[in-house]
Nanobody, 122 residues
Framework: QVQLVESGGGLGAAGGSLTLSCVASGSIFSINVMGWYRQAPGKQRELVARITRDGITTYVDSVKGRFTISRDNAKKTVHLQMNSLKPEDTAVYSC????????????????WGQGTQVTVSS
């Protein structure tokens, strides 16, 4: 059973910082891309940032220069450092990973964390 468990988030002030972390656990053979998505009330879920196994990163334009995604392959973790927070960053943030479970050959499966609320006050 593969699981993604997030931590961090909560309430932050505009201009402040928050850090999100996500750890993958279970029978994992390999992890490909890891990323963070967010969904604000009344809006569609959007990709915030993603990082490949080799460290290549992609960001949505609205967070470029403010957010940094990183990962530790040995610890099966991904982090999102969020700086210069804005009220429009308020959303539920979810961790996402493409994982090949042990014994499943080369097949990739997409897994999601339970989501963590980030609220930025003005």
């Amino acid at each position: 059973q593969v699981q993604l468990v997030e931590s961090g988030g909560g309430l932050g002030a505009a201009g402040g910082s928050l850090t999100l972390s996500c750890v993958a656990s279970g029978s994992i053979f390999s992890i490909n891309v890891m990323g963070w998505y967010r969904q604000a009330p009344g809006k569609q879920r959007e990709l915030v940032a993603r990082i490949t196994r080799d460290g290549i990163t992609t960001y949505v334009d609205s967070v470029k220069g403010r957010f940094t995604i990183s990962r530790d392959n040995a610890k099966k973790t991904v982090h999102l450092q969020m700086n210069s927070l804005k009220p429009e960053d308020t959303a539920v943030y979810s961790c996402n990973a493409e994982i090949t479970p042990t014994g499943r050959g080369n097949r990739l499966f997409t897994y999601w964390g339970q989501g963590t609320q980030v609220t930025v006050s003005s």
